[in-house]
Structure formats: structure tokens, C-alpha cells
T-cell receptor, first 111, second 109 residues
Framework: DTAVSQTPKYLVTQMGNDKSIKCEQN?????MYWYKQDSKKFLKIMFS???????INETVPNRFSPKSPDKAHLNLHINSLELGDSAVYFC??????????FGPGTRLTVL | GQSLEQPSEVTAVEGAIVQINCTYQ??????LSWYQQHDGGAPTFLSY????GLEETGRFSSFLSRSDSYGYLLLQELQMKDSASYFC??????????FGAGTILRVKS
């Protein structure tokens, strides 16, 4: 009965690799997000989708590409990983409103 | 753009009351949210203020003054489990949340 789930929970990879993080929500929400939290715990929005349509696209390198196959899923693909991509990535969803529900996070470590 | 300022750390004792302040500068603002995050955990929603005034939810209350671009989170009857990071976040267009840098709350016995 998990509300917002992400896989994998941990991801360790080499520089230059391509990786994906998957997110699913079973709350029936229309809007989904990707956030990046750096080592100083600063939490910054990357993307937002509403009903599979891209709404927010912050200044993020185009190596990051979100994909929303349906409104319950929002995946994040990262090409040519760099050391600076190491962070915790959170997926979140929200209904028409203000409360956002966060997934458990994916800790990405780039070596 | 938007920016939010909050103290980096606050320490208080069990049973006490603590207030975490947040000031914001924003070009588009619908309301102020507060989130709690324990170490290794995900942010969880605490409260939201769209209008001026105080919102109370159990031991936690949140206040907003739009004219002062200021809000605060008030935690009463502090418990050890309240030790966590607390983030204020400004709600803008498209439900876009811009987060402050977070306040680490340490509760001591």
C-alpha cells in the first residue's frame, strides 16, 4: 500500500554511465515531480508533470530526461553521469492542492 | 525568482516550545508550506498557509504574514522524535515548491 515508490533505493555507478530511476504513485494524483537533494540537504525541484505533460523544467542539464508513460509513473533517465550528479533524488506527487507526497528517495553515488 | 531564509540550526529541550522562522522573497507566491525530514528519510508535509494567520495541527502550528513576507513554524511540547530538519517552502505557479535550506532542530533531554 506504498503511496509513492521509487526504485532503486541505492544506485552506485561509474562516471559516464547512463542510469534510470523509476517512480510510481498509487494515490491517483495528477501531478508528479522530481527533486534533487544535495549533500547540504538543499532540496531543489527539477521537473514537474501534470497528467503526463511537462509543466516545470528547471535549469537542469539536458543529460537529465524525465519520461511519464502515464500519470501514475514518472521516470528519470540520466545520461553520461558526472560526479556532481551524486545526490538523493526524490519523486513526489500531489493532487490539486498544496501537499506533496514524497517517495523514499534514491541515493545516487557516482564514482 | 524565489529565495527563502531560515536559521540553519535550533536547539531546544524536551517539553519546550520552539519557533522556526522563515522569510521569503518571491515573484509569485500562493502560500507557505512546512515539511519535516528525518535523517535518511523523505520530506513529509506538516502544514500550509495560504492566508495570513495561524494554522494549528496538534502540537504544530504555522503562521503567515504576507505583508511581512514572513512565516514561522511553532512546535510545542517538544519530544525527542521531533529532532529533524524542517523546511519552509514557497508555493508558486504550477504547485512549484521552492524550498529553504532547512533548519536542523536538535531536541535535548
Amino acid at each position: 500500500d506504498t503511496a509513492v515508490s521509487q526504485t532503486p533505493k541505492y544506485l552506485v555507478t561509474q562516471m559516464g554511465n547512463d542510469k534510470s530511476i523509476k517512480c510510481e504513485q498509487n494515490l491517483g494524483h495528477d501531478t508528479m515531480y522530481w527533486y534533487k537533494q544535495d549533500s547540504k540537504k538543499f532540496l531543489k525541484i527539477m521537473f514537474s508533470y501534470n497528467n503526463k505533460e511537462l509543466i516545470i523544467n528547471e535549469t537542469v542539464p539536458n543529460r537529465f530526461s524525465p519520461k511519464s508513460p502515464d500519470k501514475a509513473h514518472l521516470n528519470l533517465h540520466i545520461n553520461s553521469l558526472e560526479l556532481g550528479d551524486s545526490a538523493v533524488y526524490f519523486c513526489a506527487s500531489s493532487p490539486q492542492g498544496n501537499e506533496q507526497f514524497f517517495g523514499p528517495g534514491t541515493r545516487l553515488t557516482v564514482l | 525568482g524565489q529565495s527563502l531564509e531560515q536559521p540553519s540550526e535550533v536547539t531546544a529541550v524536551e517539553g519546550a516550545i520552539v519557533q522556526i522562522n522563515c522569510t521569503y522573497q518571491t515573484s509569485g507566491f500562493y502560500g507557505l508550506s512546512w515539511y519535516q525530514q528525518h535523517d535518511g528519510g523523505a520530506p513529509t508535509f506538516l502544514s500550509y498557509n495560504a492566508l495570513d494567520g495561524l494554522e494549528e495541527t496538534g502540537r504544530f502550528s504555522s503562521f503567515l504574514s504576507r505583508s511581512d513576507s514572513y512565516g514561522y513554524l511553532l512546535l510545542q511540547e517538544l519530544q525527542m522524535k521531533d529532532s529533524a530538519s524542517y523546511f519552509c517552502a514557497a508555493d508558486g505557479y504550477g504547485n512549484k515548491l521552492v524550498f529553504g535550506a532547512g533548519t536542523i532542530l536538535r531536541v535535548k533531554s
